[in-house]
């Protein structure tokens, strides 16, 4: 049964870099035609989708986040990467990591990110 | 720029009624449409893709319509597990949901 788990730093400081992993277990990140992506929550708001990344290593960014978004992929390690950049409270999120093609059929538990000095 | 909205935000349904959400899309998304199911503190779960196939394991009581523009998601007997946040995302091109709609206990 495939899993996602997300990790990394739960708080971070305004102006720096946020950088989550998630780890893949149970099948192989290099499935031929699934996408892995970051969506955040914000407290008490909607779903955002950040970004996605393919095996091979092509990516697709959210417009409004582009500028900041970088996605990267191990395939060694069976992980995929977040780095957010330039941080700020508007920021704080639950951050998600999902396989998805049509629609998003695998979540991670999801990690909550503070962005506070 | 494709928006997607969904009403009512809030639905209040006694448990055994039928609920049905709606999600409309700005600009025709085909039928690249899934609908999700979260409840608190918890990850979505995917119910609804293709606007109309249900994923694995999700019961026949929740079904899906539309194309082009107009979606439905529909609960033919709500059961006590499914009061919760949903979410349409459309996938015709980058993914986007809507802002979600509350189903309650009335």
């Known amino acids: 049964q495939l899993q996602l788990q997300e990790s990394g730093p739960g708080l971070v400081k305004p102006s720096e870099t946020l950088s989550l992993t998630c780890t893949v277990s149970g099948g192989s990140i290099s499935s031929s035609s699934y996408y892995w992506g970051w969506i955040r929550q914000p407290p008490g708001k909607g779903l955002e989708w950040i970004g996605s990344?393919?095996?091979?290593?092509?990516?697709y960014y959210n417009p409004s986040l582009k500028s900041r978004v970088t996605i990267s992929v191990d395939t060694s390690k069976n992980q995929f990467s977040l780095k957010l950049s330039s941080v700020t409270a508007a920021d704080t999120a639950v951050y998600y990591c999902?396989?998805?093609?049509?629609?998003?059929?695998?979540w991670g538990q999801g990690t909550t990110v503070t962005v506070s000095s | 720029e494709i928006v997607m909205t969904q009403s009512p935000a809030t639905l209040s349904v006694s448990p055994g009624e039928r609920a049905t959400l709606s999600c409309r899309a700005s600009q025709s998304v085909s039928s690249n449409l899934a609908w999700y199911q979260q409840k608190p503190g918890q990850a979505p779960r995917l119910l609804i893709y293709?606007?109309?196939t249900r994923a694995t394991g999700i019961p026949a009581r929740f079904s899906g319509s539309g194309s082009g523009t107009e979606f439905t998601l529909t609960i033919s007997s709500l059961q006590s597990e499914d009061f919760a946040v949903y979410y349409c995302q459309q996938y015709n091109n980058w993914p986007l949901f809507g802002q979600g709609t509350k189903v309650e206990i009335k």
């Open positions: 293709g606007a109309s």
């Open positions: 999902a396989r998805h093609r049509d629609g998003m059929d695998v």
């Open positions: 990344i393919y095996y091979s290593g092509s990516t």
